[in-house]
């Protein structure tokens, strides 16, 4: 078959940053090149990047933007579908030059953006991507993820179809005229390390375990001479605070206004020197401390999940750990998730700091153990090698335990269904000239006019007039198949002609940077995507997000 030597060149060349391993299949990172995004994602982040085959449909402007910003960081393998050659269109593309006329956009392209970066393996393939799906769909089954860029609608659903119950993601951008766009389908996305911006910090202050509670109560800030108490961390300060408190109120904790109030004003009454810094920060760590640690409410989700209750030898890694999971809280836990181990920053002296450290440590250790000891005997009951999930996964799920997530893309198929359509949120978009949601109604307008007449509204100056009523009657008729009253403000269509499909870089730029940004948080599993659409309107500077 035409495209399997293709595949085979997916086989890694031997390069002197990759091939040196600390251990079988895993490659070292150059740690040199990639430093400043290993802080973000770290190692595992960086492998998953590297094992990441990827396949690019259409290397306009938009798609090589998107390529450049995942070349660049190591992204391990990419594919151009391309079969349209150099035309004077395409000198807005940065990864195109003049002397490139005439040539094959998909390996002029391939080349330059593999001159990026070395370690990146780029090919190309000059074949039309609508041929490819239409005759040979199994293509695609060789790449982890696919980015499709200004494919017709009809291809481009299946395609999807495709996809989905693979659970291969798909990347759909756009870049039309001052309009941008982006959607994200995939099944199932499962997330570890979802990283929020301000996550709680694990201490268990109203729910101390033993360790904790002894080390405490081990501390007589009484006796400390004054350094010694002003640098005794907060933490200490606070399960002092906590303890006198239920001993003084029938063991209750602070719960209305008031009593918080006092209780904060307490713990700043126990300095024995005005403006002693771990007292303040010990004030300041009152208020998130009042609430009980808890089950966040997307994990709560994932342990209603079925997937997490009907474990079989085919589920998937994430599921068996969750259930592991969900075992722990209802046994060792007690309700709770393991320790995460973790300790913010506080004003203490060294010594004082690493031994309270070491009693969270030591905690989240034992956590740890108990965890994948039940996931070595779900492991071992569905008939899977015990080591078939490595002790490393373990150990970071247990410790991320608190930050899971799983997000369950629509299909594009749902979206367009008229039983599942988002019906409601478009009619209202149709009320505020202000909503996004108005262009994505345009945007689809303009594909089912190209699948109608194979050429999209407004690229043939002569046909303008024509081009606008044949628009604004498939938009309406769009409308009224997914059930929505109201019609599109013809200022949206006439703009959408007055583009004629034309892709400006400026645009292409931002939605390649938007698009790239996804791809690393769905290969990385990291951070959480989009979910599902991204609509960017160069008119006035403005985006947003929605469901669809």
Known sequence: CWWRTSSRLFQRKEKMSATNTTAPGKKVIDEKRYDRQLRLWGEDGQRRLGDAKLCLLNANASGTETLKNLVLPGIGAFTILDGRKVDAADLNNFFIEESSIGQSRAEVTTRL??????????????????????????????????????????????????????????????????????????????????????????????DPFPELLAFSDSLDMEKMDSTEHSHTPWVVILLKAFKKWADEHGGKTPSTYPEKTAFRNGVLKEQKKQDEENYSEAYKGAVKSFERASIPSDVKALFASPKADHITAESAHFWILVHALKQFVDAEGKGLLP????????????????????????????????????VKEILQKIGKPTDTISEEEIK??????????????????????????????????????????????????????????????????????????????IAEKLLQEIHVTG???????????????????????????????????????????????????GLNSSSQSYQL
């Open 113 to 206: 953006l593999t001159e990026l970066n070395t370690e990146v393996e780029g090919h190309a393939v000059s074949r039309d991507p609508v041929e490819v799906i239409e005759k040979e769909i199994s293509f695609f089954h060789q790449f982890s993820l696919v980015i499709a860029s200004d494919v017709p609608e009809q291809p481009l659903l299946k395609l999807a179809r495709e996809l989905q119950p693979r659970n291969v993601p798909l990347v759909v951008i756009r870049s039309y005229g001052l309009i941008g766009a982006l959607r994200i389908s995939v099944a199932e996305h499962t997330i570890i390390e979802s990283k929020p911006d301000n996550p709680a910090d694990d201490l268990r202050l109203l």
């Open 339 to 374: 320790v995460s181990g973790s300790l913010p920053d506080m004003t203490a002296t060294t010594d004082m700091y690493m031994r309270i450290q070491k009693v969270y440590e030591k905690k989240a250790q034992e956590d740890a153990a108990i965890f994948g000891k039940k």
């Open 396 to 473: 970071k799920f247990c410790k991320h335990a608190a930050f899971l997530n799983c997000i369950n893309h629509r299909s594009l198929d749902e979206e367009r269904n008229p039983n599942t359509a988002k019906s409601s949120l478009i009619a209202s978009a149709l009320a505020d000239e202000n909503s996004h949601l108005n262009w994505y109604v345009a945007l689809r307008a303009a594909d089912a006019f190209y699948t109608q007449k194979g050429r999209y509204p407004g690229d043939v100056d002569s046909n303008v007039a024509g081009d606008l009523a044949d628009l604004k009657q």
């Open 487 to 537: 019609t599109l403000d013809e200022r949206f269509l006439g703009e959408i002609i007055r583009y004629g499909n034309a892709e400006l870089h400026s645009i292409a730029s931002l939605i390649g940077g938007v698009a790239s940004q996804e791809v690393i948080k769905l290969v990385t599993h990291q951070y959480v995507p989009l979910n599902n659409t991204f609509i960017y309107n």
